[in-house]
């Protein structure tokens, strides 16, 4: 094939660059994944923030202009911290390691950028690119696996022999035409930690998951989250590791060559109770730049709380006790009055009384019985301690 130098020549600009893996593939269609991509949705199983148009998540054609090729890349990201953050009176949480550094998603846009650029000067002929990371159109695994940079695992990730699942995907449709990479096929065997392992179920056992059930998707919901995953969620209070931790192919992989992705220790395994009341324009500066904050601080706090009552932090009940008194959110409010239903351990008449009180005021004003659940049942907890 004519462009077999040409795609030499990009795979050794994009080392350059610093793009850790590179495959092509055609840019054919994807309907082989319509069937179950519609039960799963009729099942109730997506997160809804995948690209809304099925069609056009599984035609190149019908989102660009006479596609040939799509090129897919994949970049490690950390996966153990350089050093480990000072120890002060405050117990911390945790992001997910795929949230550490820099926001994936600008870095990754960047080197395709780059890549583009590349592309056009070794090109020298009239040449389109449409590039997108996980917020486009395409399934980024999908085009992944079918481009040769790795398998699917049954928790639904991409599997790389290199990198393991830590990695970054993006890709880039084209209209010049390059000799397809093999596709790989699963090598997870009778293996089925990632399933075993995953504490709500949501790993249904062929690479799908019922996006409602994983704890990563629950972080990142903005109302309260349902009692069942607020025990499950631990410390950590955006995404989930647990499923790659627990993954045999991810044994010892740790790589740190991209310095946008380096987590500051600090940010990556925040401080909870200071974070209850931090401002917006501390949340901008310290998270701002993270993938871990795209949702808000809302969310954040919220977690916060939940993990506070996960860790049995009764030194923090002042702050929760402030919290409820004066967030103006009722999200925040409710779940602090649940975080303070767990962490008292001795009848206390005044934070009954209290909670009590906030209930009053938050029926007189009408609020939703949702959120007056968790003051009932904060308060059922302490009183049942008499």
């Known amino acids: 094939m004519a462009n077999a130098a040409l795609k030499e020549q990009i795979i050794a600009a994009s080392q350059k660059i610093g793009i850790d893996k590179i495959g092509f593939t055609t840019a054919d269609d994807f309907e082989h994944l319509r069937p179950s991509l519609v039960a799963q949705k009729a099942a109730g199983h997506t997160s809804g923030f995948e690209h809304q148009n099925l069609d056009e998540r599984l035609d190149p054609a019908l989102i660009f202009d006479q596609p040939r090729s799509i090129i897919a890349i994949a970049l490690a990201y950390p996966t153990k911290l350089q050093q480990r953050p000072p120890k002060t009176k405050y117990k911390r949480g945790h992001f997910a390691r795929a949230s550490w550094g820099n926001d994936y998603h600008d870095i990754l846009r960047q080197k395709m950028a780059d890549l583009i650029e590349q592309i056009k000067v070794l090109a020298g002929e009239q040449v389109t690119f449409k590039p997108m990371v996980d917020t486009g ?110 993954c045999p192919f991810n044994r010892g992989k740790n790589f740190h060559f991209h310095p946008e992705m380096e987590p500051d220790p600090d940010k990556v395994s925040p401080e909870l109770v200071p974070l209850l009341t931090i401002s917006n324009k501390q949340f901008k500066a310290e998270f701002g730049p993270m993938a871990g904050s795209w949702r808000g601080k809302k969310p954040l706090q919220r977690n916060a709380l939940i993990a506070l009552a996960n860790l049995g932090d009764r030194s923090a009940i002042p702050e929760i006790l402030q919290v409820v008194e004066q967030d103006p959110r009722p999200v925040i409010r409710a779940t602090g009055a649940y975080a303070l239903g767990r962490l008292v351990r001795d009848y206390n008449p005044e934070i009954s009384g209290f909670l009590q009180q906030k209930l009053q005021q938050e029926e007189d004003a009408g609020l939703a019985d949702e959120y007056l659940r968790e003051y009932r049942a904060a308060i059922r907890k302490i009183n049942a301690l008499q």
């Open 137 to 246: 159109e395409l399934i980024d695994v999908a085009v992944a696996q079918r481009a040769g940079l790795g398998f699917i695992g049954k928790n639904g990730l991409l599997i790389t022999e290199e990198f393991g699942s830590f990695v970054y995907l993006g890709e880039i449709i084209t209209n010049i035409e390059f000799e397809p990479d093999q596709p790989q096929e699963s090598q997870c065997g009778d293996c089925t930690r990632c399933i075993d392992y995953c504490p709500p179920g949501a790993l249904l056992g062929d690479g799908r998951l019922d996006a409602q059930k994983c704890l990563s998707y629950q972080t990142q919901t903005k109302g309260l989250m349902d009692e069942q995953y607020r025990p499950l969620i631990r410390n950590v209070i955006y995404g989930c590791d647990i499923c790659q931790m627990v």
